[in-house]
């Protein structure tokens, strides 16, 4: 009987240790964060969870996560082996009181213990502070060969950088720099001189990542009618609001260097949505241009962009000239300068159409042009265009198009109309590659065109070389002096990828007329790179 009483009071002992291990705290959470350091799990609070711990996701069986660090709702952990965690994986904790899952760290000292607060930054510089550098370096040779007249060669020399946080810094760097050699044979005198322009050249600092600083040469993606600024861009956002201030100098309006006369400051306000069905930005400003110390321009601008529901894309760009000075006199008279309208709409994958209207008038610098603002003033009109463009795609691996531009203003000068009309085949059994035909009507108030255009392309070494042949038939009608020229223009390009970052490409064109051949000669290297730094 005492045996038996000793027997039960045992099993009673050993069930309750054992259904006690089964009956620990579970608490769940979800994976807010991944980082190519830490993973970081929110829970509705983590006042059981110690450092040290381990979490596994739900569909695993062992730890997948180490506990590294905590806040009173979220963890940081590391991973265990080669588990896959992703973003809103649920994941458990069960607290099983003295029995508990650890794995020993090395004794880490009161300085790598973190705050919130640092956990925070981290998670804000590794998801937007990250390296990436993209960048092009180009030499180009394009020589034109007469019969008739002098040769012509030019070099170009192009370097375009983009260098994002580098080193996972707030700073960046973007550049777009052009050299231009000319080099003339026989007894012509040289009509252009050799030239560097910067057309990009900036450092940029975001304080955070709401708030920017960008100095020296750039344009403006917001505001881009402005054209480059040199000098000072400060942007700040507020949610969905932004503000800037720019204070700096025009480049040169001959020669686009720095001026430092011509400085100009101003401010803008705009708002930006993005979401599955609208991303859509609008920008208003006011900007005020100077000659010395006198006013050269002020006027305010409206840049608006829109994508709607993925099918629906609008652009429109507005300028108002807000001052004036003729004889001396000042006025505060509204003028439009610059209207531009355009909108894409995609009706299907194998229909779309884009229409727009532009209506420009020359832009009075009233210091820069002050002898011949009398002039330009009996020349306020407004050259306006339209243009319509239709795609279709009727079957597989044929496009076709249809086109029509019309340029016009009050006096009837500079009026045009240009038709154009395409159709592109492509995978074509047995020659392969693509093959287009394009025809291009033009007539203007001195000229009537006709032009045929044939061209096949293909690759004849996979990822490797590529060729590009055409043939065109131009006909050329000078309307003001009862002339009719035609010729024929043949043209061959090759590009090869030496390797993935590098390119060569030379192309080289005959035309002929009946009075005279010649040649031109384009000859290309590319070296490209891009790299992003890992973590």
Same mark, same amino acid.
């Given at each position: 009987?005492?045996?038996?009483?000793?027997?039960?009071?045992?099993?009673?002992?050993?069930?309750? &240790?054992?259904?006690?291990?089964?009956?620990?705290?579970?608490?769940?959470?979800?994976?807010?964060?991944?980082?190519? +350091?830490?993973?970081?799990? +929110?829970?509705?609070?983590?006042?059981?969870?110690?450092?040290?711990?381990?979490?596994?996701?739900?569909?695993?069986?062992?730890?997948?996560?180490?506990?590294?660090?905590?806040?009173?709702?979220?963890?940081?952990?590391?991973?265990?082996?080669?588990?896959?965690?992703? @973003?809103?994986?649920?994941?458990?904790?069960?607290?099983?009181?003295?029995?508990?899952?650890?794995?020993?760290?090395?004794? +880490?000292?009161?300085?790598?213990?973190?705050?919130?607060?640092?956990?925070?930054?981290? @998670?804000?510089?590794?998801?937007?502070?990250?390296?990436?550098?993209?960048?092009?370096?180009?030499?180009?040779?394009?020589?034109?060969?007469?019969?008739?007249?002098?040769?012509?060669?030019?070099?170009?020399?192009?370097?375009?950088?983009?260098?994002?946080?580098?080193?996972?810094?707030?700073?960046?760097?973007?550049?777009?720099?052009?050299?231009?050699?000319?080099?003339?044979?026989?007894?012509?005198?040289?009509?252009?001189?050799?030239?560097?322009?910067?057309?990009?050249?900036?450092?940029?600092?975001?304080?955070?990542?709401?708030?920017?600083?960008?100095?020296?040469?750039? &344009?403006?993606?917001?505001?881009?009618?402005?054209?480059?600024?040199?000098?000072?861009?400060?942007? +700040?956002?507020?949610?969905?609001?932004?503000?800037?201030? &720019?204070?700096?100098?025009?480049?040169?309006?001959?020669?686009?260097?720095?001026?430092?006369?011509?400085?100009?400051?101003?401010?803008?306000?705009?708002?930006?949505?993005?979401?599955?069905?609208?991303?859509?930005?609008?920008?208003?400003?006011?900007?005020?241009?100077?000659?010395?110390?006198?006013?050269?321009?002020?006027?305010?601008?409206?840049?608006?962009?829109?994508?709607?529901?993925?099918?629906?894309?609008?652009?429109?760009?507005?300028?108002?000239?807000?001052?004036?000075?003729?004889?001396?006199?000042?006025?505060?008279?509204?003028?439009?300068?610059?209207?531009?309208?355009?909108?894409?709409?995609?009706?299907?994958?194998?229909? !779309?159409?884009?229409?727009?209207?532009?209506?420009?008038?020359?832009?009075?610098?009233?210091?820069?042009y002050q002898t011949e603002i009398e002039k330009l003033l009996n020349d306020d009109i407004a050259r306006q265009g339209l243009r319509a463009r239709l795609n279709i795609k009727p079957i597989k691996h044929v496009n076709t198009g249809l086109s029509?531009?019309?340029?016009f203003q009050s006096d009837e000068l500079n009026k045009s109309d240009n038709i154009n009309g395409y159709i592109s085949l492509s995978k074509i059994p047995i020659i392969e590659g693509r093959f287009s035909i394009n025809v291009n009507y033009n007539?203007?108030?001195?000229?009537?065109?006709?032009?045929?255009?044939?061209?096949?392309?293909?690759?004849?070494?996979?990822?490797?070389?590529?060729? !590009?042949?055409?043939?065109?038939?131009?006909?050329?009608?000078?309307? !003001?002096?009862?002339?009719?020229?035609?010729?024929?223009?043949?043209?061959a390009n090759l590009s090869y990828n030496i390797s993935r970052k590098l390119m060569f490409s030379i192309f080289g064109e005959l035309s002929n007329s009946k009075l005279e051949e010649n040649y031109r000669i384009n000859i290309k290297i590319i070296?490209?790179?891009?790299?992003?730094?890992?973590?």
């Amino acid at each position: 009987m005492k045996q038996r009483f000793i027997f039960i009071l045992f099993f009673v002992i050993v069930s309750s &240790i054992i259904y006690g291990q089964d009956t620990g705290e579970i608490i769940k959470g979800k994976v807010s964060f991944v980082t190519s +350091k830490n993973i970081y799990v +929110k829970f509705s609070s983590t006042k059981s969870i110690n450092i040290g711990d381990t979490l596994r996701i739900s569909n695993k069986t062992s730890p997948c996560l180490i506990v590294k660090n905590k806040s009173s709702i979220s963890c940081v952990c590391s991973k265990i082996g080669d588990c896959d965690i992703k @973003k809103d994986d649920e994941v458990i904790f069960k607290n099983s009181n003295n029995i508990v899952e650890k794995i020993k760290e090395e004794k +880490k000292t009161s300085d790598d213990v973190k705050s919130l607060a640092e956990i925070e930054d981290e @998670k804000i510089k590794e998801s937007i502070y990250k390296q990436k550098i993209k960048g092009r370096i180009s030499v180009s040779s394009y020589s034109n060969l007469s019969g008739v007249r002098d040769d012509k060669h030019r070099i170009m020399y192009r370097f375009s950088l983009n260098a994002n946080h580098i080193n996972n810094s707030k700073f960046s760097i973007e550049s777009y720099l052009n050299y231009s050699q000319y080099i003339y044979s026989g007894e012509s005198k040289p009509t252009k001189e050799n030239l560097f322009r910067v057309y990009n050249l900036a450092l940029k600092y975001n304080i955070d990542p709401s708030f920017s600083v960008v100095i020296g040469r750039k &344009i403006n993606n917001k505001i881009s009618s402005v054209g480059a600024i040199d000098g000072l861009q400060v942007e +700040k956002y507020f949610g969905a609001y932004y503000i800037g201030l &720019i204070s700096g100098f025009r480049p040169d309006i001959f020669d686009y260097s720095f001026n430092s006369d011509l400085f100009e400051y101003g401010a803008y306000i705009g708002w930006k949505s993005d979401n599955k069905n609208l991303y859509s930005q609008t920008t208003m400003g006011l900007l005020e241009q100077r000659n010395g110390s006198e006013i050269d321009r002020r006027y305010t601008y409206f840049q608006h962009s829109s994508t709607i529901m993925k099918k629906l894309n609008i652009f429109s760009s507005i300028e108002l000239d807000i001052y004036s000075k003729v004889n001396g006199i000042e006025s505060n008279d509204i003028r439009l300068t610059n209207f531009y309208l355009s909108a894409s709409y995609r009706f299907t994958r194998k229909f !779309d159409l884009t229409l727009s209207y532009d209506s420009r008038k020359r832009i009075f610098y009233y210091e820069t042009y002050q002898t011949e603002i009398e002039k330009l003033l009996n020349d306020d009109i407004a050259r306006q265009g339209l243009r319509a463009r239709l795609n279709i795609k009727p079957i597989k691996h044929v496009n076709t198009g249809l086109s029509y531009s019309k340029r016009f203003q009050s006096d009837e000068l500079n009026k045009s109309d240009n038709i154009n009309g395409y159709i592109s085949l492509s995978k074509i059994p047995i020659i392969e590659g693509r093959f287009s035909i394009n025809v291009n009507y033009n007539l203007s108030n001195y000229l009537e065109s006709k032009i045929l255009s044939l061209r096949h392309s293909r690759t004849l070494i996979k990822k490797k070389l590529y060729a !590009d042949l055409y043939f065109r038939m131009a006909n050329y009608n000078y309307l !003001d002096r009862n002339l009719t020229r035609e010729q024929n223009y043949y043209g061959a390009n090759l590009s090869y990828n030496i390797s993935r970052k590098l390119m060569f490409s030379i192309f080289g064109e005959l035309s002929n007329s009946k009075l005279e051949e010649n040649y031109r000669i384009n000859i290309k290297i590319i070296k490209r790179f891009n790299s992003q730094r890992k973590k």
